[in-house]
């Protein structure tokens, strides 16, 4: 059974840093392509970050460019996104998503880590 | 603003059709897959379409999606109390090299 169990959210003030961590399971992490998606309370989801499954590309949103980070280890099957400069509008929960193997559709997703950015 | 558009919400009657759309360009719908989402309140979003119509194990046939041009459409026949719902459009844009989902559709079945 696909497994994805994020990890690491709290209360930061704003400027500070947090380190997410998404553990997975049940299948082959190294084989696929991963994303991190974000929603804002009684907001509708944004998408945040993708890595390729070899770590050989990333992409970030704007809004998060030059201050998140996406980085995973395959022996550990665990993918990270670690976040700097913390803005309130970063305020969220963190979902870790797996893409399907044809990159078009993400079939699975962690239950979410909240993240509140507040002073 | 969301870069994909959806209508705020849609309503319908238990055993009836529904249908959401979603609009999008030629850097995202008009040239890449799309996906559609199902989010019950206080859960994290579910597959429900991927490959314009193709429903992951255990996604009854109940949905299904259509893609023309910039647009999409996402149908839900025969519709029941539990699909009460939020749904969502997504797909990836090759200009902004990101992914970008409508702003989400809630369902209220009357």
């Known amino acids: 059974e696909v497994q994805l169990v994020e990890s690491g959210g709290g209360l930061v003030q704003p400027g500070g840093s947090l380190r997410l961590s998404c553990a997975a399971s049940?299948?082959?992490?190294?084989?696929?392509?991963m994303h991190w998606v974000r929603q804002a309370p009684g907001q509708g989801l944004v998408w945040v970050s993708r890595?390729?499954?070899?770590?050989?590309?990333?992409n970030y949103a704007d809004s998060v460019k030059g201050r998140f980070t996406v980085s995973r280890d395959n022996a550990k099957k665990m993918m990270y996104l670690q976040m700097n400069s913390l803005r309130v509008e970063d305020t969220a929960v963190y979902y870790c998503?797996?893409?399907?193997?044809?990159?078009?559709?993400?079939?699975?997703w962690g239950p979410g880590t909240l993240v509140t950015v507040s002073s | 603003q969301s870069v994909l558009t959806q209508p705020p919400s849609v309503s319908a009657a238990p055993g009836q059709k529904v249908t959401i759309s979603c609009s999008g360009s030629?850097?995202?719908?008009?040239?890449?897959?799309v996906s559609w989402y199902q989010q019950l309140p206080g859960t994290a979003p579910k597959l429900l379409i991927y490959?314009?119509?193709k429903r992951p194990s255990g996604i009854p046939d109940r949905f299904s999606a259509s893609k023309s041009g910039t647009s999409a459409t996402l149908g839900i026949t025969g519709l029941q109390t539990g699909d009460e719902a939020d749904y969502y459009c997504?797909?990836?844009?090759?200009?902004?090299?990101?992914?970008?989902f409508g702003g989400g559709t809630r369902l209220t079945v009357l």
């Open positions: 049940g299948f082959t992490f190294s084989s696929y392509w």
């Open positions: 890595i390729f499954n070899d770590e050989s590309n990333t």
């Open positions: 030629s850097s995202n719908i008009g040239n890449n897959d």
């Open positions: 998503v797996r893409v399907t193997f044809a990159g078009s559709g993400y079939d699975f």
């Open positions: 997504g797909a990836w844009d090759n200009i902004l090299s990101a992914g970008v």
């Open positions: 490959e314009i119509n």
